[in-house]
């Protein structure tokens, strides 16, 4: 990814860019600001100066499974904020947490061949809304990122973690990505429909959470759910 690469000053969505107009595959956008930066389901994404905004196009057929994909992008930035000194862990499915505070993001969005992936990464804003568990790699080490360097490095990891992705699947990654998980082994709320409590017991080859209930063993895929400590 990122032979061919288009920086832009603003957009709404890097992510837009790549589903609206025909780049060729492994495109890479990049934006200063995004006025209708997104997050999974519909959420906005707070996207001011500072933060590292980017898109790239993947084709679908290249990958046996898509599912555990934002896993698999959240680990390859987890190496990059690792390579820095920084101690991350993996949010299941899509986060990237520093301190118990979220640093980066992940969405995947499909729609046929085209599977376009985005990734926010603060890197140096200097304050976040309240209300959002926010923080940069600035805020955190009063140490400014050069963003292209930052960038280009962590490219470097998606190409080579994406790459082992498709020839190996997830199994490769499973034993790295489980001992970087948050709330692994603890009680956490699962929302999909309906919350559920139970304790974060594993996660399978598709990278689906494995939740211990009451009612047995319970697996959510990485769809339509939401996890949160208790
Ligand atoms: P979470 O558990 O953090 O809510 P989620 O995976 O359930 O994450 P997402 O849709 O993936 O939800 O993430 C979007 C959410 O991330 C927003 O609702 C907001 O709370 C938070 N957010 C928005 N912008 C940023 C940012 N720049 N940095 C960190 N968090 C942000
Ligand atoms: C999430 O946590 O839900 C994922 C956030 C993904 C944000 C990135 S920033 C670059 C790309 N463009 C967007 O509008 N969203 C993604």
């Known amino acids: 990814i990122g032979d061919f690469m288009l920086w832009l000053e603003e957009t709404g969505s890097t992510q837009n860019i790549l589903k609206e107009f025909s780049f060729p595959y492994g495109t890479v956008v990049v934006a200063n600001r995004q006025w209708e930066g997104r997050g999974r389901f ?131 990654f499973r034993p790295a990505i489980r001992q970087r998980l948050m709330f692994l082994g603890e009680e956490v709320v699962v929302y999909s429909q309906e919350p559920v409590v139970g304790i974060f017991e594993d996660i399978d080859q598709e990278g689906s959470l494995l939740l211990r209930t009451a009612q047995g063993l319970l697996k959510f895929n990485a769809g339509k759910v939401s996890l949160r400590g208790s």
């Open 42 to 172: 519909g959420r906005k994404w707070h996207s001011e100066e500072g933060g590292l905004y980017f898109s790239f196009l993947l084709r679908a057929e290249d990958f046996k499974e898509l599912l555990p994909l934002p896993l698999v992008v959240g680990y390859g930035v987890l190496l990059q904020i690792e390579r820095k000194g920084f101690k991350p862990m993996l949010k299941w499915v899509n986060d990237v947490y520093v301190s118990g505070k979220k640093v980066c993001g992940v969405l995947v969005e499909r729609s046929k061949e085209k599977v376009v992936v985005g990734v926010g990464i603060n890197l140096n804003q200097k304050e976040f809304p309240s209300d959002l568990m926010a923080t940069s790699l600035y805020m955190l080490r009063n140490e400014v990122f050069e963003k292209k360097d930052f960038l280009l490095e962590t490219l470097e990891i998606l190409d080579r973690v994406l790459e082992e992705f498709k020839n190996f699947g997830f199994e490769k």
